[in-house]
């Protein structure tokens, strides 16, 4: 078994402090940790680099605490798909450096790691697993087209009740999506909106 089988070694993509630009903890200072990695497949997806996770680095998981803890005490671990790679080890050596853990997922895989809060974005092309509906604190949704706002619903109907609700443009159309979102939401107060506010800024 190879090191990267035991999560002891990740395929990083990049690694970088600055703002969560979306969902729950938008505007807060954190260390985002990409991972390679994913075969889900989303045709609109911003980050299609991360896929092959054999052209990222396997990279030494102390290596990227090491660099999280000169810069945070959030890390958000997105990826690409996160949870196609044990993440026991690098979630265990975060927390016991007293940085908290943040997971941006699909859910398509089984949970591993230690988390502090879990950000679960279903796909269609790959649902979640369907125990991983009752660990997620925030569902967030992207809205590309308005058959997706059945699609919340059907999966807002599978979190827990304290689990916060979002909807968010997918972002090459958001001037035609971002109006319908409102609509939703004044009609369906228990959603809130979540932008992409990182591009806005133009921040990473
Ligand atoms: Fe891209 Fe995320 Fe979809 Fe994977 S799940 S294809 S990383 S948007």
């Not at 990409?34 to 896929?51: A, N, P, T």
């Not at 908290?100 to 398509?108: Q, R, V």
């Not at 909807?167 to 939703?184: A, G």
């Amino acid at each position: 078994m190879n090191l990267i089988d035991t999560g002891n070694e990740l395929p990083l993509m990049e690694s970088f402090y600055t703002l969560q630009g979306e969902g729950f903890h938008k505007g807060l200072a954190a260390f985002f940790i990409r991972i390679g990695g994913c075969d889900i497949g989303c045709h609109w997806c911003d980050v299609k680099e991360s896929w092959d996770p054999k052209i990222h680095p396997s990279t030494n998981i102390d290596e990227i605490v090491n660099k999280a803890k000169s810069h945070s005490k959030v890390a958000v671990i997105t990826g690409g798909e996160p949870l196609m790679w044990p993440m026991g080890p690098l979630t265990k050596k975060l927390q016991d450096s007293g940085i908290s853990t943040h997971l941006e997922t699909s859910g398509a895989y089984p949970l591993s790691g230690r988390w502090n809060w879990i950000c679960l974005s279903p796909k269609k092309n790959k649902l979640p697993n369907k125990e991983f509906y009752k660990f997620a604190d925030e569902l967030k949704i992207i809205v590309y087209n308005k058959s997706d706002f059945s699609f919340a619903k059907l999966q807002s109907k599978k979190v827990k009740k304290e689990c916060k609700l979002f909807l968010q443009p997918e972002w090459s159309v958001r001037k035609k999506i971002s109006p319908l979102i409102v609509d939703f939401i004044l009609k369906n107060p228990e959603w809130r909106a979540s932008l992409q506010t990182h591009k806005y800024l133009d921040i990473p």
